[in-house]
């Protein structure tokens, strides 16, 4: 099976062997070969514009949503009081365009490691970055790890976007990641890390749960469905520092008329809840 | 695109246009083209063994736990005392194999239209085949919007595990068809059908749940998570003729240990409550 052929793109990665999901692409926008990174756009025939790091689709324009939604809101709404919150990845803009939109929210740091996926993401797919716009936000050039290596104290959510476990953000899923990321946050502060899925990788991803649990005094895997990412979706590992921290309850309960006036698509109080019932083989797995 | 090629069976079909999952195939087990459908049983090298109707992916051994114990386990935990169940559908024997489970059913009778269905199933998927071994299964071999035509208020429990609104499974998405369920219902009855995905196919959902809406006082949209299925989940729709039904809340709640010894690997009571959840755009799709 080849990755590009006959007009339709192939995910293929080690990573979940012997499946593919493909998207009919009308047209390449964009390739290059970054530092760090192969990047690719294209214009598919049913979802809309998509972002594709080193082969795998990071986000298309039609089920996005749910992924930054998501990814923000969970760890947003288990904090009492927000205001200062660091993104690690997320050089699309999406997730940028989502934590703005929370009322408590003041001051956003981006730590992007490749530049060419924010130029790419601005030329390319204008809805995810529009979140670069936001005078809140600042948007640093640099490795995450040693970003956080140098921050101590500082914020009260931290969100880490970023691609798989291979290629530029492996040192994401490491313990030594987990523990700087607790010392950069402030008191009561929380973690929200892209974290797989029990479906495809149940073994690493227990692994990197168990190093959460290790770090933090409270932890917790929810997760949310994102059609083109493989097994159709992604789960997230959280920690908190503050011992009191029940994720699967937020503690900010938006109405349905704030939702509605934030334009969020998938993220609701009750949608919060659910996201951290687990199928029982995956609970089993990660709480032990 | 092509459907065999190189190894792998990919997926393509109008419903979800532009997009196709694949699955590496180490050995073509069975192809035959029955009186209703064309027939293919292979085995993958990473989900196990599949089942294709009309190139459709019915269910993989690797992922069909959930489909079959979501779709039983939801309305039989949702009536207090479901004894006699019909299967409309379910040729694999999953459904089966999951419902005789549940400590209160005493009969169950599925209904099949393309008997090839379950001698595929019988010869090559053991693991779901092993249904029809139990004694309080009946199985006839006929259309299931006849059968229920003639059959009276005396069902506790019926579940639709069709196909998709292709081909011979049509009919089980037509009002008729809900108010034949209906009718077959005894007092208290319940139903739960295969309902497509939110994702894909949302105004054709939104209109079977409008019939369900209209056919029973309370009807619910849950869903579970299919890696497998287009957009990896899968919807169901369901209708109680008892108007104090709340789907998302079970009146049978049982243990972990009772779990357990049921070997359910995917529903639990949180799992039951979290599958009516849904994502803002698709509960303001179907709930208006």
Known sequence: MDSMKKGWFSELNDLWPGVSLSLEVKEILHTETSRFQNIMVVDTKSHGRALILDGIIQCTQNDEFSYQEMI??????????????LIVGGGDGGVAREVVKHPSVEQVE???????????????LPDMAVGFANPKLTVSIEDGFKFMSRRT????????????PVGPAVSLFERKYFELMRDALSPGGI????????WANLSSVAETMKICQQV????????????TY????IGFIMGSINK????????????????????????????HRA???LPRFAKKALYG
């Open 230 to 233: 493989p097994t159709g979706q």
């Open 110 to 124: 981006l730590v992007e490691i490749d530049e060419a996926v924010i130029s790419a993401s601005k030329r390319h």
């Open 72 to 85: 923000s809101f969970l760890p947003l709404c288990c904090h009492p009081n927000p205001r200062k919150v």
């Open 153 to 164: 104290g500082e914020f009260d959510v931290i969100i880490t976007d970023s691609s798989d």
């Open 244 to 271: 009191a921290t029940e994720f699967n309850e937020p503690v900010r309960v938006f109405s349905e008329d704030e939702l509605d006036n934030m334009k969020l698509r998938y993220y609701s109080p009750e949608v």
């Open 216 to 227: 933090f005094p409270v932890a917790a895997f929810g997760y949310t469905s994102v059609p």
């Open 191 to 198: 973690v929200c890390s892209q974290g797989g899925t029990p």
């Open 275 to 277: 996201a951290f019932a």
